[in-house]
Every structure is written in structure tokens, then in C-alpha cells.
């Protein structure tokens, strides 16, 4: 079974700032996929950014990127530039890959981010 | 374009009553999951459907069922329920992978509050 932990409940950071969230995973897979999902107060889960096991090259989407660190089990994201708009719980997540089948999602605790002034 | 959707929105129901939560996946998606999440806590898996056959099954209490119909949509049935049984009911959408993942599509959820 994979496990994802997130260790920072909360964080907070100032407008305009870089901040950094972090997540650890245990897997005995080679192949499978890593997520960063956002969930503002509006509860709806909004997928942030992706990343394949086998991609060496770390994801970038606009302000958001991701340091995959494979051998590590380890996958921050990285937020530049944070805007009010940011402020959300943050999940990991991780899934497999699938042929025939589901493939569910298993997420971390979740880190709740404050955007401040 | 369309979203997943889902309904009702928020439900109360008092203890031991029965609930039923309806999705309706993005049109040509074959993969349903359901997903509870407590409050203050992370999105927990259910259970997943592929092609109308269950395929995976979580932390999902023997007083839940659910199927997918042959129009895709599914359902997920809650009897007698419980205090604990509150929580945000999110259901989710994709294409099966084919070797690969692609991505589940979140509905809004919906909102249940037991009394």
C-alpha cells in the first residue's frame, strides 16, 4: 500500500513571496504519478500540477513547480509569487497507472496555506 | 465544457435514516470513484467503478453500497446512518488509463450532515 505524508499543517507566507510545501511518499512501485491538489474554501478539489515517476524533469504550471526527488520519496511544491488567491489546503496525492481498471487517488493530511498582506 | 456533477449538493438526515448520493461523470468517461471527506481531513477513498464493475474498494462501511449505470452515472447508497457518516461526499470522473493515468475530474460534492 503507498502512504503520503505532508508534515507542515500550516504555513503561511506573504504576498509576492516563494513558499515551499512538502511531501514524502512510500512506494514499492517504479512507475506512477504524484499531484498537487488545492482546496480553497469553496471545498472544490482543484488539481495544481502533475508529475510521472519516470520523468526526470520536474513539472512547472505558470507560478507553481515541483522538486521530485525519486530516490528520496520526496515531492515539494513550490509556490512563487503567492497571491491572496492562493491562500487553500494543499493536498498530495498518488496514484498508479492502470490498464482495465480504476486507479484511485491516496492523499497526504494536507497543508493549509494563509496567504498574508 | 461539462462537469462532473452531483446531486443533491448538501443533505441532512437524521440518525439511522438512508441516503442516496447520485453522480453524473463528464460524458465519454468510463471510471467513476467515490471519496469522503471528514471534517478537517483528507479525501478518503470508497470505492471505484470501471465499464459499470466495481474495481476498487476502500474504507467503505458495509452499510454503504453503490453501482454504476449503464448510462455511467452512479450512485452511492447510505443506510442507517451515522453521527460519523457526516462529511463532503466527492465524486470523481476520467478515462481509464490504458497503461497510463488520466486524470479524475472532481465533482462540487455533496454535503452531508447527519443529526
Known amino acids: 500500500a503507498q502512504t503520503v505524508t505532508q508534515s507542515q499543517p500550516e504555513m503561511s507566507v506573504q504576498e509576492a513571496e516563494t513558499v515551499t510545501l512538502s511531501c514524502t511518499y512510500d512506494t514499492s512501485e517504479n512507475n506512477y504519478y504524484l499531484f498537487w491538489y488545492k482546496q480553497p474554501p469553496s471545498r472544490q478539489m482543484i488539481l495544481v500540477i502533475r508529475?510521472?515517476?519516470?520523468?526526470?524533469q520536474n513539472a512547472t504550471e505558470n507560478r507553481f513547480s515541483v522538486n521530485f526527488q525519486k530516490a528520496a520519496k520526496s515531492f515539494s511544491l513550490k509556490i512563487s509569487d503567492s497571491q491572496l488567491g492562493d491562500t487553500a489546503m494543499y493536498f498530495c496525492?498518488?496514484?498508479?497507472?492502470?490498464?482495465?481498471?480504476?486507479?484511485?487517488?491516496?492523499f497526504g493530511t494536507g497543508t493549509r496555506l494563509q496567504v498574508t498582506l | 465544457a461539462a462537469g462532473v456533477i452531483q446531486s443533491p449538493r448538501h443533505l441532512i438526515k437524521e440518525k439511522r435514516e438512508t441516503a442516496t448520493l447520485k453522480c453524473y461523470p463528464i460524458?465519454?468517461?468510463?471510471?467513476v470513484y467515490w471519496y469522503q471527506q471528514g471534517p478537517g481531513q483528507d479525501p478518503q477513498f470508497l470505492i471505484s467503478f470501471y465499464e459499470k464493475m466495481q474495481s476498487d474498494k476502500g474504507s467503505i462501511p458495509d452499510r454503504f453500497s453503490a453501482q454504476q449505470f449503464s448510462d455511467y452515472h452512479s450512485e452511492l447508497n447510505m443506510s442507517s446512518l451515522e453521527l460519523g457518516d457526516s462529511a463532503l461526499y466527492f465524486c470523481?470522473?476520467?478515462?481509464?488509463?490504458?497503461?497510463?493515468?488520466?486524470?479524475?475530474?472532481f465533482g462540487p460534492g455533496t454535503r452531508l450532515t447527519v443529526l
Open positions: 460524458p465519454r468517461h468510463d471510471t
Open positions: 496525492a498518488f496514484a498508479r497507472p492502470t490498464t482495465g481498471t480504476a486507479s484511485k487517488l491516496t
Open positions: 470523481a470522473s476520467s478515462i481509464e488509463g490504458g497503461g497510463s493515468y488520466n486524470e479524475q475530474f
Open positions: 508529475q510521472e515517476a519516470y520523468k526526470q
